[in-house]
């Protein structure tokens, strides 16, 4: 069974400072192959929840890469998968 995807309220602020920031600098194609990639790497996720690596310093969340420079952190419960943040791979 499917897991629904639910956004936190920084989650979605991290998403719309990334889609602006690629929108400004990088033509509109980019943001569409982000915007892509992301949707994929969600539905993957409905499906295989624990597909992302567990994180060293906090076991209650995964991650994985959306491409090579963002990576979704996220955590799974008992109905949902909830997305925590969007962040840019050098941050971490």
């Known amino acids: ?9 920084q989650a ?3 998403f719309w400072v990334i889609v602006n920031y690629i929108a400004e600098n990088w ?7 982000f915007n892509h990639l992301l949707n994929l790497k969600l539905q993957l996720l409905q499906k295989h929840p624990y597909l ?14 959306v491409n090579r420079r963002y990576i ?6 008992r109905h949902h998968i909830v997305v925590h943040r969007l962040k840019h791979a050098s941050l971490l």
């Open 72 to 77: 979704l952190i996220y955590s799974v419960n």
């Open 1 to 9: 069974m499917e897991k629904e995807i639910v956004w936190t309220g």
């Open 12 to 14: 979605q602020k991290d």
């Open 27 to 33: 033509p509109v194609s980019v943001v569409n192959d």
């Open 52 to 65: 992302g690596y567990k994180s060293t310093k906090y076991s209650r969340y995964r991650r994985t890469k």
